[in-house]
Each structure stands twice: as structure tokens, then as C-alpha cells.
């Protein structure tokens, strides 16, 4: 076959943990620790049963197994206070008894106090989403009885665990994945042919409340299997279909924010047979990494993976073919983007890139990862780009002791990032900043990255001057100014902390009856 003598533009690093069966998703810990889940039951040549955690450097976590009998495991969330939702096809975790949904302790051991209570037959969760408020939504394959009423394939419950009964949706068939907006709305893909009691093939859009929002009324002819929202709010559309929203899109697709079709975004993805999109993940600068089964991307030769620029050509410059074993059909099921810009790959292959790979792998990113988090007056920016992961949603909190954090509330889209306007940030305070992301099968799993802007501190009184030591972040940039009344600020000198330190000295402090300094971050 001829992908097999393709010159590989990106090859796995040593990240080589081994998983014995299909890798369905991956998520990353804010501590840089890697979830897997899937249908393995070894990892690293140790039994650990559709569910284990690794270090950055593929290193099993001996000390966490949760102990899953099960089928499989579709999909994880990450939360905020480093909590982890687990959702797949499954009867107990830790020796307790759940059914396909559960949350975990960061060490592995079930949380108790979340038991969710199903009453009906249960088959399989494809996917999560944590809306801003610590609601979960749950979509897949699944029919539960409460009170007298019946619950199926789209429910939300409770940060405790409790259903949320005025969330009914009620689609006719599975979901397989569900994608949050900013304003609250809620994408939905599937194999369902009505969702809201009204007639939506395979796609629909529904209300925070769960009722249908009739304004989006694009379908698809075949299954939704991936959805993904970009920074502009357009709808990324991935599955096994033949036309999305009337018109031909062969697996891949992209709508408008109101529902009409992108009509520039037309790429496809084919094998010739059967094909399909599993997984798209959204990079900072825009950039779309594809997963799933073809063999052509964007009308040129990609192996199951595959990147396109945001106006849906093909991005030549990135290139791994994901080959299966003698007789078995490879696929990607899951991408993720760790903080760094690195990719995961899970899947179901035996080689990735020209290196052999066992069902996971991670590959180095083309282009580097670019952030920027800085204060400016009562208003705090977060800029992102390059091959960062896309956030879809942030909040920003502030410390002043680097221990305890006090949320300031959420960002809102700004060129290049996010921004938070308005705020009180009291002097010599370290800021942080939450970005949430999605990933893995069907973009059903969910986790968050992070970055600090520690506090800028100094002050020390040297014989013939005064100097002001800078601590900060490495490369962090600071300018210095002087005021003789705290009105009117003169710049000094703009300073870049080398290694996070600095140093500002005046020279001729004695010129001045009184002078004042600050340091503010550029």
C-alpha cells in the first residue's frame, strides 16, 4: 500500500505506554498526569481494566485502579477540583456497584457521595459535557425510569449526583456527542431522528432548559459522531454522512453559529467504502486535527489522521499514517491536546507515524504553543495561540498568598483570547486562569488547562540608589514606573525577566523630595 512508504512530517515521541485493546479516550490532569480509557485490560503489561493513568512519560500510576468490571470506557471529565467522571458500559467500580457512571477521587478511590439512581436498562454512556454551573450532561445509549416518567439517550443531573427532571429532551435514539456553547445552548449528534418532540435527523440544537431551540434546524443524513465549536461559535460536524444542513458533505462539515452550512468548509473524508470522522480537536490558531477511518483527507492521501487549516484546505505540512495489524482495520478514535500543544492519539493500530505503537501514542506538534496572561489596569487578558488546545469556555481567580484562590468570574471572547474587565486585583497577587477543553471519542470527554501569572514583589534600599527586584514568570514582561503623586505615572524601563527574575535600579532616587514605583505586566 502506498501510505506505507509516506514520509511521516510527525512521529511519536517515547511516550509508548501499550494498551492491549482500543484506546477511547484521553484526558489530562492539571498536574500533567494522562487518563486513558477504553476496552484494554493492561496497560504497560500490567492489568488495569478500561480505565488507567500515566505520567507524562508513559509510566503507569501503580497506585491508581479504580478495579472497573466492564466493558468499556467511552469517555472521562476532569473536574475543576480535580474530581473525575467516568462514563462508559460498566457494573462496579472499587467493589461497589455503578452502572456506566461514577465519579472517582484523584487518587483512584469512587466517590461515595455520587450514586447516581438509574431504574431502567442501561447500555452505554458515549459522552459528558460540565456545564459552567457543575451540571453534567450525560448522552448515549440508555433508558431510565423515575418517578413514573421515562429518561433516555440526553439527561443532565446534579453536581450531587440527583436527576435533574426539568431536563427533558428526549431524543429518539443514541447520542454520541454533545457540544456546549458559551451561551449556554447545547449541539447535539447521534442516531436519533427527533429530538425536543419535534423531527431532527441525527442533529439538533436544544435550550439550557432542554427545550428545542427550533431557530437551528440543520440535520444529516447519516451518524453525527464528533461535534466541536470553534472560537467564532461556528459548529463543527463530524460523523458518517453523506450531506449536512441539504447539501453534500462527505463525513465532515461546518455550520454557521445560527445553523446554515459554512459553504466554504467543504474538505471531505473517504476511503472509497464505509468512513468516518471520530474525533476533531480545535488548536488555538485555528488549525482542525482529524481522526477516525479514511484514507483521503481534503481530497489528498491521509491515513486515518489528518490536519486542516481553518478554511478547511489541508495542512501539508502534517502527516502520520496510523497503520492496524495483518488483517485488522486501523482507526483513530481519540485526539487530545495536552497543555504543551502535544497530541494524544488513541485508537486502535499498531503503528503510528513509522514507530510501533500499541493503541497510544503522542506526537510532536508542528508549531509552537503560544500564551500570554497579563493585567492591565481592572482587566485581566489571557492570550492563546499556536498549537495550544482551543478553550471554549474560562474563569479567572486570584490569590494573594499562592494557597487559597477567590474566582473573579468568567472571561468573554476577546481578539486572540479571553478577557475579564471590571475587577479588583489587589496589589502583589498572583492570577490564574481555567480554560476548558474537550477531546477523545466523539469530543465526549472534558478536562481543563491552566496558567498562573505569579505576584510581581520587590523592594530593597541599596546604598547611592533604589532597587526593585522583579519575580515573575520566565520570559514574563514588566514594565517599571515612578510617580511623584500616585496620579501621574513616568515609564522607566521595560524589563524581561529572564529565568522569572529582575531587576530595576534608581540610580538618582535623591532627585525627588518622594517618588513611588509599580511594576505592571505587559
Same mark, same amino acid.
Given at each position: 500500500?502506498?501510505?506505507?512508504?509516506? *514520509?511521516?512530517?510527525?512521529?511519536?515521541?517515547?511516550?509508548?505506554?501499550?494498551?492491549?485493546?482500543?484506546?477511547?479516550?484521553?484526558?489530562?490532569?492539571?498536574?500533567?498526569?494522562?487518563?486513558?480509557?477504553?476496552?484494554?485490560?493492561?496497560?504497560?503489561?500490567?492489568?488495569? #481494566?478500561?480505565?488507567?493513568?500515566?505520567?507524562?512519560?508513559?509510566?503507569?500510576?501503580?497506585?491508581?485502579?479504580?478495579?472497573?468490571?466492564?466493558?468499556?470506557?467511552?469517555?472521562?471529565?476532569?473536574? $475543576?477540583?480535580?474530581?473525575?467522571?467516568? !462514563?462508559?458500559?460498566?457494573?462496579?467500580?472499587?467493589?461497589?456497584?455503578?452502572?456506566?457512571?461514577?465519579?472517582?477521587?484523584?487518587?483512584?478511590?469512587?466517590?461515595?457521595?455520587?450514586?447516581?439512581?438509574?431504574?431502567?436498562?442501561?447500555? &452505554?454512556?458515549?459522552?459528558?459535557?460540565?456545564?459552567?454551573?457543575?451540571?453534567?450532561?450525560?448522552?448515549? =445509549?440508555?433508558?431510565?425510569?423515575?418517578?413514573?416518567?421515562?429518561?433516555?439517550?440526553?439527561?443532565?443531573?446534579?453536581?450531587?449526583? &440527583?436527576?435533574? @427532571?426539568?431536563?427533558? %429532551?428526549?431524543?429518539?435514539?443514541?447520542?454520541?456527542?454533545?457540544?456546549?456553547?458559551?451561551?449556554?445552548? +447545547?449541539?447535539?449528534?447521534?442516531?436519533?431522528?427527533?429530538?425536543?418532540?419535534?423531527?431532527?435527523?441525527?442533529?439538533?440544537?436544544?435550550? $439550557?432548559?432542554?427545550?428545542?431551540?427550533?431557530?437551528?434546524?440543520?440535520?444529516?443524513?447519516?451518524?453525527?459522531?464528533?461535534?466541536?465549536?470553534?472560537?467564532?461559535?461556528?459548529?463543527?460536524?463530524?460523523?458518517?454522512?453523506?450531506?449536512?444542513?441539504?447539501?453534500?458533505?462527505?463525513?465532515?462539515?461546518?455550520?454557521?453559529?445560527?445553523? #446554515?452550512?459554512?459553504?466554504?468548509?467543504?474538505?471531505?473524508?473517504?476511503?472509497?467504502?464505509?468512513?468516518?470522522?471520530?474525533?476533531?480537536?480545535?488548536?488555538?490558531?485555528?488549525?482542525?486535527?482529524?481522526?477516525?477511518?479514511?484514507?483521503?483527507?481534503?481530497?489528498?492521501?491521509?491515513?486515518?489522521?489528518?490536519?486542516?487549516?481553518?478554511?478547511?484546505?489541508?495542512?501539508?505540512?502534517?502527516?502520520?499514517?496510523?497503520?492496524?495489524?495483518?488483517?485488522?482495520?486501523?482507526?483513530?478514535?481519540?485526539?487530545?491536546?495536552?497543555?504543551?500543544?502535544?497530541?494524544?492519539?488513541?485508537?486502535?493500530?499498531? #503503528?503510528?507515524?513509522?514507530?510501533?505503537?500499541?493503541?497510544?501514542?503522542?506526537?510532536?506538534?508542528?508549531?509552537? !504553543?503560544?500564551?500570554?496572561?497579563?493585567?492591565?489596569?481592572?482587566?485581566?487578558?489571557?492570550?492563546?495561540?499556536?498549537?495550544?488546545?482551543?478553550?471554549?469556555? *474560562?474563569?479567572?481567580?486570584?490569590?494573594?498568598?499562592?494557597?487559597?484562590?477567590?474566582?473573579?468570574?468568567?472571561? @468573554?471572547? @476577546?481578539?486572540?483570547?479571553?478577557?475579564?474587565?471590571?475587577?479588583?486585583?489587589? %496589589?502583589?497577587?498572583?492570577?490564574?486562569?481555567?480554560?476548558?477543553?474537550?477531546?477523545?471519542?466523539?469530543?465526549?470527554?472534558?478536562?481543563?488547562? =491552566?496558567? @498562573?501569572?505569579?505576584?510581581?514583589?520587590?523592594?530593597?534600599?541599596?546604598?547611592?540608589?533604589?532597587?526593585?527586584?522583579?519575580?515573575? &514568570?520566565?520570559?514574563? +514582561?514588566?514594565?517599571?514606573?515612578?510617580?511623584?503623586?500616585?496620579?501621574?505615572?513616568? %515609564?522607566?524601563?521595560?524589563?524581561?525577566?529572564?529565568?522569572?527574575?529582575?531587576?530595576?535600579?534608581?540610580?538618582?532616587?535623591?532627585?525627588?523630595?518622594?517618588?513611588?514605583?509599580?511594576?505592571?505586566?505587559?
Amino acid at each position: 500500500m502506498t501510505f506505507l512508504t509516506r *514520509t511521516h512530517s510527525q512521529i511519536p515521541d517515547s511516550f509508548s505506554p501499550g494498551a492491549d485493546d482500543i484506546v477511547d479516550t484521553t484526558a489530562q490532569q492539571g498536574n500533567g498526569q494522562i487518563l486513558i480509557g477504553g476496552g484494554f485490560n493492561f496497560v504497560t503489561g500490567e492489568q488495569r #481494566t478500561h480505565v488507567a493513568r500515566v505520567d507524562v512519560s508513559g509510566k503507569l500510576d501503580t497506585n491508581f485502579n479504580p478495579a472497573l468490571v466492564a466493558f468499556s470506557v467511552k469517555c472521562l471529565a476532569v473536574q $475543576p477540583d480535580g474530581k473525575l467522571l467516568i !462514563g462508559g458500559s460498566f457494573y462496579s467500580v472499587d467493589e461497589q456497584p455503578r452502572q456506566n457512571l461514577a465519579r472517582i477521587n484523584a487518587d483512584g478511590s469512587l466517590d461515595g457521595s455520587f450514586a447516581p439512581s438509574w431504574s431502567g436498562t442501561n447500555n &452505554s454512556i458515549n459522552c459528558f459535557a460540565l456545564q459552567a454551573d457543575g451540571k453534567i450532561l450525560v448522552g448515549g =445509549e440508555f433508558w431510565m425510569n423515575q418517578d413514573g416518567y421515562n429518561y433516555q439517550y440526553l439527561v443532565r443531573f446534579n453536581p450531587n449526583g &440527583s436527576l435533574d @427532571t426539568n431536563f427533558t %429532551p428526549w431524543p429518539t435514539g443514541r447520542v454520541l456527542s454533545i457540544a456546549l456553547q458559551p451561551d449556554g445552548k +447545547i449541539v447535539v449528534g447521534g442516531s436519533f431522528n427527533e429530538l425536543g418532540g419535534e423531527h431532527r435527523n441525527y442533529l439538533g440544537r436544544v435550550n $439550557p432548559n432542554g427545550t428545542l431551540d427550533t431557530n437551528f434546524t440543520a440535520t444529516a443524513d447519516g451518524l453525527v459522531y464528533s461535534l466541536a465549536v470553534q472560537a467564532d461559535g461556528k459548529i463543527l460536524v463530524g460523523g458518517s454522512f453523506g450531506s449536512l444542513a441539504g447539501q453534500s458533505r462527505l463525513n465532515i462539515g461546518r455550520l454557521n453559529p445560527d445553523g #446554515t452550512l459554512d459553504v466554504i468548509f467543504n474538505p471531505g473524508a473517504s476511503n472509497g467504502t464505509y468512513s468516518t470522522i471520530n474525533s476533531m480537536i480545535i488548536q488555538s490558531d485555528g488549525k482542525i486535527l482529524v481522526g477516525g477511518y479514511f484514507t483521503s483527507l481534503a481530497g489528498q492521501t491521509r491515513t486515518n489522521l489528518g490536519r486542516l487549516n481553518s478554511d478547511g484546505k489541508l495542512d501539508l505540512s502534517f502527516d502520520s499514517v496510523a497503520i492496524g495489524w495483518d488483517g485488522w482495520i486501523p482507526e483513530i478514535a481519540s485526539l487530545a491536546l495536552q497543555a504543551d500543544g502535544k497530541i494524544l492519539v488513541g485508537g486502535y493500530f499498531s #503503528t503510528l507515524g513509522g514507530q510501533a505503537r500499541t493503541n497510544i501514542a503522542r506526537l510532536m506538534n508542528t508549531t509552537p !504553543g503560544m500564551q500570554n496572561l497579563s493585567i492591565a489596569g481592572s482587566a485581566i487578558t489571557w492570550l492563546r495561540g499556536g498549537s495550544f488546545p482551543e478553550v471554549w469556555r *474560562t474563569t479567572f481567580e486570584v490569590s494573594t498568598n499562592g494557597t487559597n484562590w477567590v474566582l473573579l468570574g468568567e472571561g @468573554t471572547r @476577546t481578539m486572540g483570547g479571553w478577557q475579564l474587565a471590571g475587577v479588583y486585583i489587589p %496589589p502583589n497577587s498572583a492570577i490564574r486562569a481555567h480554560g476548558f477543553v474537550v477531546g477523545g471519542s466523539g469530543n465526549g470527554s472534558t478536562w481543563f488547562v =491552566e496558567t @498562573t501569572r505569579p505576584a510581581l514583589v520587590g523592594g530593597e534600599f541599596q546604598p547611592g540608589g533604589f532597587s526593585f527586584r522583579l519575580i515573575g &514568570s520566565p520570559g514574563q +514582561i514588566v514594565a517599571v514606573e515612578a510617580s511623584t503623586d500616585l496620579i501621574n505615572w513616568t %515609564p522607566q524601563r521595560t524589563n524581561t525577566l529572564t529565568n522569572g527574575l529582575g531587576l530595576f535600579t534608581d540610580t538618582n532616587p535623591g532627585s525627588f523630595a518622594t517618588r513611588y514605583y509599580r511594576a505592571r505586566s505587559l
